[in-house]
T-cell receptor
Framework: GDSVTQMEGPVTLSEEAFLTINCTYT??????LFWYVQYPGEGLQLLLK?????DKGSNKGFEATYRKETTSFHLEKGSVQVSDSAVYFC???????????FGQGTRLTINP | DVKVTQSSRYLVKRTGEKVFLECVQD?????MFWYRQDPGLGLRLIYF???????EKGDIPEGYSVSREKKERFSLILESASTNQTSMYLC??????????FGSGTRLTVV
């Protein structure tokens, strides 16, 4: 079945550091890929998405590129801020299914 | 913007009680979902619904049921709450062109 694997956390960085959170997937067909973010005490919010191979999703300085050849959708940010501290979830949705499969989440803490 | 509203942010219930968690969306979406979130386990799908009065089991339906009498409302029911159902519960609505809109979550503690 479809699955998503994220790098294990927690991840702790200093402010202005470069961030990468790895995400790989297994899916039949051609999934759409998503990153969601959950700030403390809140539900999940869509951060960015990509619907086909080589698409790049971007938002709030975060980027992720849909790599079909490596089945990956790694999240990157060039310079993180304390306000980026949150839990990040990678997810996939297969065409027509209208249902997402999530990775286990990666907790990110940014220290000033 | 789509809004998904969960009626309670925090609930404390006793073992054996029947518990109702309510979720309402305001955009006439057909597909709605209930997940629970636990540390180290990520999000696990409990039940989902494709339309009024339709429901399908997710990955962990045991101990839960759902109700969808109106399109905008999707309720999760714990028939007899147990301590292992202490968790964060998240409701989501499938939002075109793709992806979920989540509610703020209900943190349920069963004592």
């Amino acid at each position: 079945g479809d699955s998503v694997t994220q790098m294990e956390g927690p991840v702790t960085l200093s402010e202005e550091a470069f961030l990468t959170i790895n995400c790989t997937y297994t899916a039949t067909g051609y999934p759409s890929l998503f990153w969601y973010v959950q700030y403390p005490g809140e539900g999940l919010q869509l951060l960015l998405k990509a619907t086909k191979a080589d698409d790049k999703g971007s938002n709030k300085g975060f980027e992720a590129t849909y790599r079909k050849e490596t089945t990956s959708f790694h999240l990157e940010k060039g310079s993180v801020q304390v306000s980026d501290s949150a839990v990040y979830f990678c997810a996939l949705g297969t065409q027509g299914a209208q249902k997402l499969v999530f990775g286990q989440g990666t907790r990110l803490t940014i220290n000033p | 913007d789509v809004k998904v509203t969960q009626s309670s942010r925090y609930l404390v219930k006793r073992t054996g009680e029947k518990v109702f968690l309510e979720c309402v969306q305001d955009m006439d979406h057909e597909n709605m979902f209930w997940y629970r979130q636990d540390p180290g386990l990520g999000l696990r799908l409990i039940y989902f619904s494709y339309d009024v009065k339709m429901k399908e089991k997710g990955d962990i339906p045991e101990g839960y049921s759902v109700s969808r009498e109106k399109k905008e409302r999707f309720s999760l029911i714990l028939e007899s709450a147990s301590t292992n159902q202490t968790s964060m519960y998240l409701c989501a609505s499938w939002t075109p062109p793709g992806g979920y809109t989540f509610g703020s979550g209900t943190r349920l503690t069963v004592v």
